[in-house]
């Protein structure tokens, strides 16, 4: 298991994980909740891409993501 915020890296996972975290307070209590999703194939690439590209995803960060994904090097 590798933890990465590099596009790079991931894209030469064989599978994907995303990992989130959010914060929920409730009066006097605060909470951290952490959650794990695996991601199919299609997800992987958009979130390969939105690594690279940031909160708004182009088909540019799309067909970036495809490149790093398909390539061997």
């Keep these: 298991i590798v933890v990465t915020h590099s ?3 991931a894209a030469k996972a064989g599978g994907h994980l ?3 975290k959010t914060a929920r307070t ?3 209590n605060a909470s951290l909740h952490t959650h794990v999703e695996v991601l199919s194939a299609p997800d992987r ?3 390969i891409a ?3 590209a940031g909160a708004t ?3 540019e960060a799309r067909a970036a993501a495809d490149r790093l994904i398909g390539s061997d090097a």
């Design 7 to 9: 596009p790079q890296v």
């Design 18 to 20: 995303r990992i989130s």
């Design 26 to 28: 409730k009066k006097a």
């Design 45 to 47: 690439r958009e979130e």
């Design 50 to 52: 939105r690594m690279l």
């Design 57 to 59: 995803i182009t088909d």
